[in-house]
């Protein structure tokens, strides 16, 4: 299953790649377009506020975390599934964790942003 492309071919390839990940996950998922819309609705308000560069970067990446916890979370979920559907307390443990991903994206960001809005409006 190795690519054999090498070079600028390879990089165009690994954006396709990307790109049906993201229509994959997009179609599949409704916790990921849920997220995908908290996040793009925190990103305009992060950029809107009034606080420095640094601060909205950190917002930012904040948002973006979740994202990327999701993805995992969903991987995890995904690869579980293909091995078997049925219950399997190794499996439940791997899910469960994936899901601790996200939430513990969630709490990073509420703590982050929690900081970053209370040192500005307080």
Not at 24 to 43: H, N, P, Y
Request: hydrophobic fraction near 55%; charged fraction near 15%; proline fraction near 1%.
């Amino acid at each position: 299953m190795k690519s054999q492309a090498t070079g600028i071919k390879r990089i165009l390839k690994a954006f396709s790649y990307s790109y049906q990940g993201f229509m994959s996950v997009f179609k599949s998922e409704t916790a990921f377009r849920q997220d995908l819309l908290f996040c793009a609705f925190g990103a305009v308000t992060a950029v809107l506020l009034p606080v420095g560069g640094m601060a909205k970067a950190i917002m930012l990446f904040s948002l973006f975390l979740i994202l990327l916890m999701e993805l995992v979370n969903t991987a995890i979920e995904v690869v579980i599934d293909r091995i078997s559907e049925s219950y399997h307390d190794l499996s439940k443990k791997a899910k469960d964790i994936g899901s601790l991903l996200v939430l513990l994206a969630f709490v990073n960001m509420a703590v982050v942003w929690g900081f970053i809005l209370g040192e500005t409006f307080f």
